[in-house]
């Protein structure tokens, strides 16, 4: 009995199916998420610590070391590394990619806790952690400006009531705000005026901590009252701290404004944001991992009125940067691609069947296949994106196959006279099994990718699993639907009445058909030239794989530039504010871009924290109002972002994949690691210096700064002995001038604000000031509580700077005005308030001597080794592949010893894997087929023959890559295997006829498969036909994201030209020639 047959004589109950199958994919169509690419959540974790003051070297010893030997404990951790900068550590772990988040979470505090014990006193709180997505590009970018009001203010305004805000709208992961810092008041002390009164830099301290004592104070219960006891016992702004008594002195008071100055200020004076060249801060919003993008900035965009609101009226928020705008643009134009490639597909049917009736058929089981697709994408958690709308794409080119099969022999029924029910339910059975052999072995092609692990396993899931289940749905309705619509519709062609156009169409078939006859024939007669011909394109896929250019993934253009800055290692922050404002206004007057914004001081990328660092994004104008790619826009930007000497901005495009836990200044990152950081600074010099040179690597730089000035202090511990002076003392005292120490803490209604006390501006300008530093004998009542393991802060060399003394003086008192009001809660101190005795003052210059020296800016990690990442990007035209062979030759000429170790990372590294897997991907492509068609055949013999048609694919997909001299990545091996699956349907159409013929006919096997070669030369056209158009808008598309579009099209439209010339002839020759080893090697067996 024919499965087909309930479905043929009930058609009114499998109409009813096929319509619940399209109303569940379009419902579910409207609530699929929408993201450029499939969720790759690599779990990672970022801790930060923050230690005020601490050069990088001594954060690295006493705040990174501890936290990576315990951190490094944590099982399934691929990756830890780590970035120590001025005042603060960043640690990332990078975790399998299976690894629950949640659960690596709670691990990772767990090891905080441990850490603890052997991290500095002087720390003030514990680590913190959060969760994040490498892969993950920013969303939106807001900016934040006034005409009137000064940057703390918009910082306040941005971190305490905008962000926190903007966490909550769902679909949010992080909001990160840079540009500036948080409201503070800032105590710039008087060292000469210390000197003067005998007072110590740790008494100001202890006072300061002092002045902040609110805590709890109880009740007064009265005659059933009861009244809570309220005290001034927390200083809130800066003239409440001006007479704030320190010490006495003769019995005088010495005020705080006896001593220094009190201002309303900022945490860090070093930071600085711009948006189109207007002081700024930067509000950038990430999504969470599965969030549905278009949803997320749809809500963000919902509730902005009511936050903008909030805040005062004289803030201005605007929207910088829209990913959303691009992602809707790409995959609006994937929508348009598939709509389009169903077109191409139907107007083939068409032009073969001549019918409209008999079109309808298949354009149903297109229709159907793909839009119920939708139902299980939602079932399964998937998303619209690139990815798996490529996939349809791709799928309307052979789920209508299954259709055109089934409709092809009933119509050949039909015209032998006999009756449509009948002719629906004999036909559907002849072709049935061929249909099931199609399907499965297609869908056994993505077995190995469903199965595969990693990165590029989780990437391409999708993309597999939507096909697949394509793949079924059109199988069940080219077995239900397509045989039942048949019998509806289709009637004999044979004695009806036909026009000129079908007529000269038939002709045109019939005239290729015989010059088919009639070569086929010549190529049956010549089967060893024909084998030859074979052989020689097996050589040949070998040969070109190894001579094709590779690479990871193509390029995007997100219309987003990102790029890191990169100044001497000396320069001051007043210096880096004037880089930063020219390489913002270079890039914000290209006419290709809409919008720049920048920022340094600290946040995001290579070297975050460190002085001479920054970063700029750049938003660039829809494609389709520019006339130059990203790449060519960085390109032209390059030439003018030269011309301004001491910095380099490395721009970079955007892509919405990335990878690996450490940023770079480019594209990918080549990782070198020593046992000792002088050896390994030794050779990353010379290893970038004979890198640079290359043609075919640009942007060559390395994260290594060792290079930036030290004012250094040996202290002359006989003497401090002597005189009474501990180490502690001195760096206590060193830390107070100039660590912009946080000594006590200002709690008020909505946010938590610092004391902030430091010398004055021009004291650490230069670092002969350091002898106007005086050390009490005493060191205060807090100074044998503390212990600072860390060099004391930063001083700015002069000839450094531009006009330091006026712009770094001035830069503290133009942020007059902060934010902070209300009362609050206060913090303890254990200090004494006031100093009541003279202290004996001992110059600094008494106990130690000064000297320069250089010192590192940062201090990177890489699994618990010193490490320099060298960072590049290719030209134009150049491949990974080639990029990575010059960099290992550069490696062995350059001699670099044993003892250093280099290693491809992020993109590069997993280029290098998923080269390494790619043969063993095909290999398992092929098994696969073979067990499942060997299963379906009973056969050993029959899968060789099917898989003879393969090597001809492989050989015109590579050509065509060559041909328009696009590079063999991951999406072109994706083209491969789908080649696979769908060069082998051909073959299995002929093979099945034949087979059929041998054993139900009797035919000898040179009759059968010559009669199977003619008879299913005409769907074997038609599907051929329907995958070649059905790829083509891939190619032709210019929109965006046709940057991972367009090498699948030219790998599928290359490997089937080649296949369908070849395949015609070598499958029929080489069935025969394994009929004849089947014989033989049976007539072995029985005389044996």
């Avoid at 001549?354 to 089981?365: D, E, K, N, Q």
């Avoid at 990782?671 to 043609?695: D, M, R, Y």
């Avoid at 010193?866 to 290992?888: C, R, W, Y």
Wanted: hydrophobic share 45%.
């Amino acid at each position: 009995m024919s499965l087909s047959a309930p479905f043929i004589r009930r058609p009114v109950a499998t109409t009813l199916l096929t319509f619940g199958l399209v109303a569940a994919g379009t419902i579910a169509f409207f609530k699929l998420p929408v993201s450029p690419l499939p969720d790759v959540d690599i779990p990672t974790i970022s801790v930060q610590a923050t230690l005020p003051g601490a050069s990088p070297a001594d954060v690295a010893t006493t705040v990174a070391s501890p936290l990576e030997r315990h951190l490094g404990q944590i099982a399934d951790v691929n990756e830890m590394t780590s970035a120590s900068a001025l005042g603060s550590a960043r640690v990332n772990l990078q975790f399998g990619i299976h690894r629950d988040i949640n659960g690596a979470a709670r691990d990772v505090e767990a090891a905080i806790n441990a850490s603890r014990a052997d991290l500095p006193t002087a720390l003030r709180s514990n680590p913190g952690y959060r969760k994040f997505n490498p892969a993950s590009a920013p969303i939106l970018i807001y900016t934040l400006t006034s005409d009137t009001l000064v940057p703390a203010e918009l910082y306040d305004a941005a971190s305490t009531v905008l962000a926190q805000k903007l966490s909550q709208v769902e679909g949010v992961g992080e909001v990160s705000v840079s540009g500036g810092s948080l409201p503070a008041v800032r105590v710039e002390l008087a060292p000469q005026a210390l000197y003067k009164f005998g007072i110590g830099l740790e008494d100001v301290r202890a006072a300061l901590a002092s002045a902040n004592a609110h805590s709890p104070k109880g009740g007064i219960d009265v005659e059933g009252q009861r009244f809570q006891i309220y005290s001034n016992d927390q200083a809130i702004r800066a003239a409440d701290y001006k007479s704030l008594v320190v010490a006495y002195r003769n019995g005088a008071a010495v005020r705080l404004a006896d001593v220094g100055e009190v201002l309303d200020s900022v945490e860090n004076l070093r930071n600085l944001g711009l948006a189109n060249g207007k002081r700024a801060v930067m509000m950038i919003v990430y999504r969470q991992p599965g969030a549905n993008i278009i949803g997320m900035v749809n809500r963000v965009k919902a509730v902005m009125p009511q936050l903008r609101a909030s805040v005062s009226p004289a803030i201005d928020v605007n929207l910088a940067v829209d990913r959303s705008i691009t992602i809707r643009t790409s995959l609006w134009d994937v929508e348009i691609t598939l709509i389009i490639a169903v077109v191409l597909v139907i107007l083939v049917v068409f032009a073969f069947l001549r019918s409209a009736r008999a079109t309808l058929v298949p354009v149903v089981a297109v229709s159907v296949s793909v839009v119920a697709t939708f139902a299980v994408m939602y079932l399964l958690g998937y998303s619209l994106n690139l990815f798996s709308l490529m996939a349809l794409t791709v799928a309307t080119g052979f789920v209508v196959d299954d259709a055109i099969v089934v409709l092809e022999n009933i119509s050949r029924h039909l015209d032998a006279g006999t009756p449509p029910l009948q002719a629906a339910v004999q036909g559907s059975r002849e072709v049935g099994f061929t249909v099931l052999s199609m399907s499965i072995s297609l869908i056994a092609v993505f077995v190995p990718i469903l199965l595969m692990g990693g990165l590029v396993g989780r990437l391409f899931r999708e993309f597999a699993m939507t096909i697949t289940v394509a793949i079924v749905i059109s199988l069940v309705v080219s077995l239900t639907t397509t045989p039942m619509m048949c019998a509806v519709l289709l009637r004999s062609e044979r004695d009806r009445p036909h026009g000129r156009i079908y007529r000269a169409s038939e002709r045109l078939f019939d005239a290729l058909l015989g010059g088919y006859r009639r070569t086929l024939n010549i190529a049956l007669r010549h089967p060893r030239s024909v084998m030859l011909v074979l052989a020689a394109v097996l050589g040949l896929n070998f040969y070109l794989y190894g001579a094709v250019p590779k690479g990871f993934v193509p390029q995007q253009d997100t219309g987003l530039l990102v790029g890191s800055i990169q100044a001497d290692q000396s320069i001051s922050f007043q210096l880096m504010q004037q880089k930063l404002t020219q390489f913002v206004n270079i890039v914000k007057d290209d006419p290709s871009v809409d919008t720049a914004v920048g920022f340094t001081g600290g946040g995001l990328g290579p070297g975050a924290g460190s002085t001479n660092s920054g970063t700029v994004f750049a938003s660039l104008k829809p494609l389709r109002d520019r006339k130059l790619s990203a790449e060519q826009v960085i390109g032209q930007l390059r030439n003018e972002l030269a011309a301004v000497s001491g910095a380099t901005l490395f721009l970079q495009a955007v892509g919405d994949l990335g990878t690996g836990g450490r940023s770079g200044n480019a594209q990918y990152q080549y990782t070198l690691q020593g046992s000792t950081s002088e050896e390994l600074n030794e050779w990353t010099p010379k290893i970038v210096a004979a890198l640079q040179p290359i043609p075919t690597l640009t942007d060559v730089s390395s994260d290594q700064q060792n290079k930036g000035l030290q004012a250094g202090v040996v202290i002359d511990r006989d003497t401090a002995s002597r005189l009474g002076i501990t180490v502690s003392q001195i760096d206590n005292t060193l830390y107070d001038a100039f660590g912009q120490r946080q000594v006590s803490t200002i709690y008020v209604a909505r946010n938590q604000y610092h004391v902030i006390m430091e010398v004055a501006p021009e004291y650490w300008q230069n670092p002969e000031t350091l002898k106007d530093v005086y050390v009490s004998t005493l060191g205060g009542p807090a100074s044998g509580s503390q212990t600072t393991n860390a060099v004391a802060g930063t001083v700015v060399s002069p000839t450094q700077a531009a006009s330091v003394n006026s712009v770094a003086a001035s830069a503290a008192r133009n942020l007059a005005t902060n934010s902070i009001g209300a009362t609050g809660k206060g913090v303890s101190s254990t200090g004494t308030a006031v100093s009541t005795s003279q202290e004996t003052m001992i110059p600094l210059s008494s106990v130690a001597r000064f000297g320069q020296g250089e010192t590192a800016l940062v201090v990177n990690h890489q699994g618990l080794l010193v490490a320099n990442t060298i960072s590049f990007n290719l030209p134009p035209g150049v491949s990974l592949s080639g990029a990575v062979a010059t960099i290992e030759a550069t490696m062995r000429q350059v001699g670099v010893p044993a003892t250093i170790h280099g290693s491809f990372q992020g993109a590069a590294k997993i280029f290098q894997e998923s080269l390494a897997s790619e043969p063993y991907l095909v290999l398992a492509a092929l098994a696969t087929i073979y067990i499942s068609l060997g299963m379906l055949y009973e056969s050993f013999v029959h899968p060789l023959t099917i898989l003879s048609t393969l090597p001809s694919a492989g050989v015109g997909a590579v050509l065509a890559l060559m041909l328009f001299h696009t590079q063999f990545d991951i999406i072109g091996m994706i083209g491969v295997i789908l080649l696979i699956g769908i060069v082998k349907k051909n073959a299995i159409m002929m093979i099945d006829f034949a087979v059929d013929a041998e054993r139900v006919r009797g035919l000898p096997a040179a009759d059968a498969i010559y009669e199977a070669c003619l008879l299913r030369f005409r769907p074997i056209m038609m599907t051929t036909m329907a995958s070649l158009l059905g790829a083509v808008p891939l190619i032709v598309g210019l929109g965006e994201g046709s940057e991972f579009r367009q090498p699948l099209g030219i790998t599928i439209i290359g490997g089937l030209v080649l296949s369908q010339i070849l395949t015609l002839y070598t499958t029929p020759v080489v069935y025969l020639y394994l009929d004849r080893f089947r014989h033989w090697s049976r007539l072995m067996w029985r005389g044996n």
